[in-house]
């Protein structure tokens, strides 16, 4: 567990897209926030065993909250309810999130957990959040035909860092590793890595 928490720490310090926790989160909820906002059908199949385009949603909108409220002194304001208004409750997150992030104060904050120690928030949110957010672009964009929106560098900076956690990543966050050509693009190879069929399609 120690192994997998600092490696998610190495993912971290390598920005995946931009070179700081809020240019991460700008760039990679915005190419999210497109993807939710062309989504035309929320039970579409995602390439997530048993789970529908909703539920990928759902997943980046419920385990946040929580965390940041149990490991700081600050909470995220409620937003729309994610049932009745799922496009909403993402768009609100994505505002707060950001806020927590551009400002100085709250992004230099103590996040303490007794699985992680203590850390920046702005690091916790990088490390674990944000990085969702870009690999479940991938689900989200495949479940309901759009394009991903994500480049081979950035995901082949995230690999990178996850590979020393190969062993310790298996079965509980990540499912059996995906063939995959040696000379494919770093999505492909990323999402290879953590589990999904980078030829996977809706149809």
């Known amino acids: 567990q120690q192994a997998l928490l600092h490696g998610a720490q190495q993912i971290g310090a390598r920005p995946v897209s931009e070179p700081t926790p809020a240019q991460f989160h700008r760039s990679a909820a915005a190419n999210f926030t497109r993807l939710v906002e062309g989504t035309r059908d929320w039970s579409a199949t995602a390439p997530v065993p048993g789970r529908t385009a909703r539920d990928v949603v759902e997943h980046l909108l419920t385990w946040l909250p929580a965390m940041i409220a149990e490991g700081t002194s600050v909470e995220l304001p409620t937003g729309p309810d994610l049932q009745a208004d799922l496009i909403g409750a993402w768009r609100h997150q994505t505002v707060e999130v950001q806020r927590l992030l551009d400002d100085p ?4 904050l103590t996040f303490s957990s007794d699985q992680l120690g203590d850390l920046p928030l702005a690091q916790m949110l990088s490390n674990f959040y944000i990085i969702d957010i870009f ?6 964009a495949k479940a309901t035909g759009q394009e991903h929106g994500l480049l081979d560098t950035d995901a082949a900076a995230a690999l990178e860092a996850m590979l020393p956690m190969d062993e310790m990543m298996r079965g509980e966050h990540f499912g059996p590793k995906q063939p995959v050509a040696t000379d494919a693009g770093g999505v492909d190879q990323l999402m290879a890595f953590i589990g999904r069929d ?5 149809g």
């Open 198 to 202: 980078p030829n996977w399609s809706a």
């Open 135 to 140: 690999m479940h672009s991938w689900d989200l």
């Open 105 to 108: 104060a709250t992004a230099s």
